[in-house]
């Protein structure tokens, strides 16, 4: 279960240690999306995204025998570098699972903070697998990118500080990939305003969660096409489907054009780097995917995390 | 004269309109730059400059007669489109007069805002004298880039917001081109905090305030070559001069790689769009340019109005 009251530890335990992230607004933004809109700018967040609240969140929630004995996450993305730098904070060991062709500045990043990266070959060997090898071996505890209440608790923070600064939204539009965000802001959003409608936003390609809603149980996809390369799950998670199911209104779909177009007017507009994935609310609003006229809408930006000589093929394409 | 109830005036006739620009910190930064640095990031004011903060006081500071005539500002940059956006928020005509070869995106942005773009061609002809004639002609009020003390007052207000987020700063970094921001902030920062040191910061090449300090009197040095557009004032102002040598501990200098790099870095790790003149605060501390070995450095980031196009190329060279 995840109650609202986690979610107020979870702020207790981020208080001083997270970034409380500006709520950045833009008359040009809200003249062109037809609605006031308030950006949660949570690529301004500690290693670049949201994520860091709930790994440190679920960290924190540990035993301190626990904790000690070391922390294991496998990814190659913002979780990776939330959880090592998690674990740096907590000053005790961490070991990221990534594929063997990882960027080399993801690589870099989640070194910097100081933990080791073990490689797996992506095409022949499952990830979890070698995960749970690399957990016996060195009695590491797993940090879940999303299906972990205390992830999804962290998480809701994001929310919850939202509508601290900005209580009266009638909607609020967050991205989903395993579900570990939406779950944590719809829980801290629908406890503190019960009229808020909360909508999902995934790629267009990257639509299990959508596919999952309709037909009333988890659906896989396989991994998704799309350069939201946080957003490629291919299913929503077990615990945070049901959450999902429970508290959040629809699903809105937009294309990778889509996000590039926002993303390039948030960069030339608003002066804030967001990655595709941290992109997929606003390019909802900026392309009209449903229709929030007169309304004020809050969006997580959950992340700014981009390899620039990426940022430079897309802005120039 | 410029006191300190004059920025605490332009603080209450901006509030509820300027941005309130939150204060970005960055772990990676500060371990780079050996000290903890603060950033007032006026890179998302309105308009995307600092230069909002002064236009819009100055009009405020207008009596209602001379403000409904129209507002004059000569300018291709930031200062343009602050004025048009004040005089928009203030529901009176506006006129800028721009060079001929200005950027098109500065003159669409300037007209976006509703104001008149007047062309002049700037190698024949002496922009104030065009200036003051449309000025004549059209009754005009002109709003000065920065040696007018409504000007500086307004500018100086980021200054006051950030020494109240921060109040215990040892040091404070400005920008350095005509002075009407460091005018206004030094006169904030010494008031509330006497201890505090400040200092400009201006490019390698368009030094002409150092020079000016060093030898006691207004200096000439023509239109510096810089990527530093926002800089390249020749000389310092008449009035705000003598600020500048009573408050100012001294200028650094920062070359033109060294901002590129520093912009860069804020980009890509703190995920903020700086332009090349707001980033040279930053750049002084990046590149070691004086020793503020562990103690607490404001600095303010003034603007984020960079040509997407000429990033790309900044980025990739």
Redesign the interface.
């Known amino acids: 279960m995840l109650t609202f009251d986690d979610i107020l530890a979870a702020q207790t335990r981020l208080h001083g240690i997270a970034?409380r992230t500006?709520v950045?607004?833009s008359?040009q933004f809200n003249e062109r999306a037809g609605c006031e809109v308030f950006f949660k700018a949570e690529?301004?967040q500690?290693a670049?995204a949201f994520k860091f609240r709930g790994a440190y969140n679920c960290l924190a929630a540990m035993d301190e025998a626990e904790r000690q004995r070391g922390i294991l996450a496998f990814s190659s993305g913002n979780h990776a570098q939330a959880v090592a730098l998690a674990a740096k904070l907590f000053n005790v060991p961490a070991a990221i699972v990534m594929p063997n062709d990882a960027p080399a500045i993801k690589v870099a990043g989640t070194r910097g903070y100081g933990a080791e990266v073990i490689f797996y070959d992506r095409y022949h060997v499952n990830r979890e697998e070698v995960g749970r090898q690399v957990s016996e071996e060195k009695g590491y505890a797993i940090v879940p990118p999303f299906d972990d209440y205390r992830v999804m608790a962290g998480q809701g923070t994001a929310a919850l500080e939202l509508l601290e600064d900005i209580p009266e939204l009638d909607a609020l539009l967050v991205c989903v990939s395993g579900g570990g965000l939406i779950a944590g802001c719809a829980t801290a959003a629908k406890h503190l305003r019960p009229a808020i409608r909360v909508f999902g936003v995934e790629p267009e390609t990257g639509n299990d969660t959508l596919l999952s809603l309709r037909k009333g149980e988890r659906v896989d996809i396989g991994v998704p096409q799309t350069i939201a390369d946080g957003l490629q799950v291919n299913a929503p998670g077990k615990l945070t489907f049901p959450i999902v199911q429970r508290l959040v209104e629809d699903i809105l779909l937009v294309s990778d054009e889509e996000m590039i177009a926002t993303m390039?007017f948030m960069?030339?507009?608003?002066?804030?780097?967001?990655e595709p994935s941290g992109a997929v609310g606003a390019a909802a609003l900026f392309h009209h995917k449903f229709d929030f006229a007169g309304e004020r809408v809050g969006v997580i930006l959950s992340g700014?995390n981009v390899d620039?000589?990426k940022?430079?093929e897309w802005?120039?394409a």
């Open positions: 970034h500006p950045l607004t008359q690529n301004l500690r670049g390039r960069l030339e507009r608003m002066k804030v780097l967001v700014g620039l000589a940022l430079g802005l120039s």
